[in-house]
Nanobody, 125 residues
Framework: QVQLVESGGGLVQAGGSLRLSCAASGGAFTNYAMGWFRQAPGKEREFVAAINWGAGGITNYADSVKGRFTISRDNAKNTVYLQMNDLRPEDTAVYYC?????????????????WGQGTQVTVSS
């Protein structure tokens, strides 16, 4: 059983930056592809970014965040990060970290086996 705990959310002005962290425990971290999703009020949970298992050299991003967000992983710390730059009000949501028993990055919620509790990101205009 893998436990995931997100941190790093908060309130930021448009154009600002935040770095989210997701600490994993209870499993072999390198055996999981990792992803970030977000859910705004009244909307479905949507894919943001994902990274493959192992060393993590393969990534996928939603079109809406390409060029602004970067996903990375530090296997020594069992942690995955989401660096978010040039934040916009439409990025406001609860951000969730997830782990999938796949080698390649995954983009669908049903492909993920474990989820964190989420961290709120609010971007003011």
């Amino acid at each position: 059983q893998v436990q995931l705990v997100e941190s790093g959310g908060g309130l930021v002005q448009a154009g600002g930056s935040l770095r989210l962290s997701c600490a994993a425990s209870g499993g072999a971290f390198t055996n999981y592809a990792m992803g970030w999703f977000r859910q705004a009020p009244g909307k479905e949970r949507e894919f943001v970014a994902a990274i493959n298992w192992g060393a993590g050299g393969i990534t996928n991003y939603a079109d809406s965040v390409k060029g602004r967000f970067t996903i990375s992983r530090d296997n020594a710390k069992n942690t995955v990060y989401l660096q978010m730059n040039d934040l916009r009000p439409e990025d406001t949501a609860v951000y969730y970290c997830a782990a999938a028993r796949w080698s390649a990055p995954r983009m669908k919620t049903y492909e993920y086996d474990y989820w964190g509790q989420g961290t709120q990101v609010t971007v003011s205009s």
